[in-house]
């Protein structure tokens, strides 16, 4: 698992005003702070920018290549910035993001195609998004797969995103996002790699159980085959945890508790992971085990569920 740093995203106040004022320092600094935080790609969200998004983006994507050689995701609305970010980069670059609308799709599909890009794919239609993972895996194979072969856009060059949705009211997504990263590598070979916000999961959940919220759920979708999460390159807790699963550090029982559930998550045997294991006279360990439960929709999330 690899991380498409997110932060640099409009959004953010810190980043609107350096857009605004044009402070290349600023979005410098967060471009380079991640890229020493571990990010493999660099995300570029400029919101819509219907006004100015071309020369906006031409700014962002030329300032951050004078500091940074990561890979770049063109995060933004607006296709004509999105053509004008990829005129400025190598092949590969990726386009954040299409979902299966015809006339998203129809825009997309052939810039990707054209300028050898790859597209992150939504598993999500004008009428909505559904729960199940059958259903998510449905839309990648009937909508954005027969797109893709219309439009001359290499299967190798698509992105699946099956959207993570927060716990917080839609709960019972959790599992299934897991579940979809697993049937969607099953449709392509080699498989399609997958990516998703990470950070959705926890939502409109308190500051103080959001970081858990998103490691735990990392470890489980790592063992479901999720590739390239957007996520917050300076969660320097995430990153242990990416570097625990990538490395298969069992140095700490906390350590194989986490590698227990990608395990779990890799062999699709989740739902009926044994929390026997768990020591729970360990606060860190506990703090795992109802976090988990939370996240595979086995009991139901309240704010306070750490102290339940």
């Not at 296709?79 to 299966?100: C, F, H, Q, V, Y």
């Not at 992150?120 to 259903?135: K, R, S, Y």
């Not at 299934?176 to 959940?205: H, R, W, Y």
């Amino acid at each position: 698992m690899k991380i498409i740093g997110e932060n640099i995203h409009i959004i953010a106040k810190q980043v609107r005003a350096a857009v605004d004022n044009r402070d290349k320092n600023a979005i410098q600094d967060l471009a380079k702070k991640q890229m020493e935080g571990g990010a493999a790609f660099i995300d570029l969200n400029i919101g819509p920018r219907k006004k100015d998004g071309v020369e906006v983006m031409q700014w962002m994507v030329e300032i951050v290549k004078e500091v940074c050689d990561l890979p770049i995701s063109l995060d933004t609305s607006n296709s004509a910035a999105i053509e004008a970010g990829l005129k400025m980069l190598p092949p590969k670059t990726i386009i954040n993001s299409t979902n299966a609308d015809p006339e998203r799709m129809k825009v997309l599909m052939p810039l990707a195609a054209e300028y050898d890009a790859m597209l992150i794919c939504l598993t999500l239609q004008a009428t909505g998004l559904p729960v199940t993972a059958d259903a998510r895996a449905e839309i990648a194979a009937s909508d954005l797969m027969m797109a893709a072969m219309e439009y001359g856009l290499p299967m190798e060059n698509i992105i699946i995103d099956p959207l993570v949705m927060t716990v917080n009211g839609t709960q019972e997504h959790s599992p299934e996002v897991i579940k979809a990263c697993q049937v969607v590598k099953q449709l392509n070979d080699p498989p399609f790699m997958t990516t998703c916000g990470l950070s959705n999961v926890s939502n409109a959940c308190p500051e103080e159980v959001r970081p858990l919220l998103n490691r735990v759920y990392a470890a489980m979708l790592a063992g479901a085959g999720m590739d390239w999460p957007i996520a917050d390159a300076f969660d320097t807790e995430l990153r242990k945890i990416i570097d625990v699963i990538n490395n298969r550090d069992e140095s700490t029982e906390l350590n194989k508790l986490y590698l227990a559930l990608h395990d779990a998550a890799a062999d699709m045997t989740l739902d009926e992971f044994d929390f026997s294991i768990v020591n729970q006279d360990d606060p860190d360990q506990l703090a795992v085990m109802k976090t988990s439960k939370i996240l595979l929709n086995q009991t139901l999330y309240a704010h306070g569920f750490l102290n339940l």
